[in-house]
């Protein structure tokens, strides 16, 4: 079955630096994926969507990259503040190319940017 | 701030109990997802409602079961608690039709289970 794993379960970082959030997949091939933030208590939030043809997408102070070969998204703050401190996950469709709702998460990262 | 609203925010049961938990769609949205998060977790996958019907479900047991209304909100029924049904339980909302799976999350339901 597929599997998602997120680099780490916390990542820590100082202001104003870039925070790089890693995603791998395994055993299939989505067609695209996204990320979410989600803060404590709260549901979680969409961020990005990335095609499997798109090498990068960017918006604002995010970037997230797409390496189907390395089967891996990478997911960039640059600039980094505070009120970025959040989880942030991975989430690529159950399916491969599923337009049904269904997706499948990773557990998170939890970042957290000191000033 | 998504239009998905549910409720209650928080629950506490015993074992054995029965929960129904209930979410409000986005304007304009038909289509309604529901997932359980563990602690530490990221969300699973319950089930979907489309037109009043389920399609699509996760790898969760029979106890669990829903509905969708007319105006496309949505219960999350759970029968028979057990103290590993514990969790932070989302609605979800999209539109059917659209090209990707993009889902407005509500804020949750936080159920526990003594």
């Known amino acids: 079955s597929q599997k998602i794993e997120q680099n780490s379960e916390a990542l820590n970082i100082q202001e104003g630096k870039t925070a790089t959030l890693t995603c791998n997949y395994t055993?299939?091939?989505?067609?695209?994926l996204q990320w979410y933030r989600q803060d404590p208590g709260r549901g979680p939030v969409f961020l990005l969507l990335?095609?499997?043809?798109?090498k990068e997408k960017r918006k604002e102070r995010l970037k997230v990259t797409f390496d189907t070969t390395l089967k891996q998204s990478l997911f960039h703050i640059t600039a980094s503040q505070p009120a970025d401190s959040a989880t942030y996950l991975c989430?690529?469709?159950?399916?491969?190319?599923?337009?049904?709702?269904?997706?499948?998460f990773g557990r998170g990262t939890q970042l957290t940017v000191w000033p | 701030e998504t239009g998905v609203t549910q409720s209650p925010t928080h629950l506490i049961k015993t074992r054995g109990q029965q929960v129904t938990l209930r979410c409000s769609s986005q304007?304009?949205?038909?289509?309604v997802s529901w997932y359980q998060q563990a602690l530490g977790q990221g969300p699973q996958f319950i089930f979907q409602?489309?037109?009043?019907?389920?399609?699509g479900r996760g790898n969760f047991p029979p106890r669990f079961s829903g509905l969708q209304f007319p105006n496309y909100s949505s219960e999350l029924n759970v029968n028979a608690l057990e103290l590993d049904d514990s969790a932070l339980y989302l609605c979800?909302?999209?539109?059917?039709?659209?090209?990707?799976?993009?889902?407005?999350f509500g804020p949750g339901t936080r159920l526990t289970v003594l």
């Open positions: 979800a909302s999209s539109s059917r039709g659209a090209s990707t799976d993009t889902q407005y």
């Open positions: 055993n299939y091939s989505p067609a695209y």
């Open positions: 990335i095609r499997e043809n798109e």
């Open positions: 989430a690529p469709p159950a399916d491969r190319g599923s337009t049904l709702g269904r997706l499948y």
């Open positions: 304007s304009g949205h038909n289509t």
């Open positions: 409602y489309y037109r009043e019907e389920e399609n």
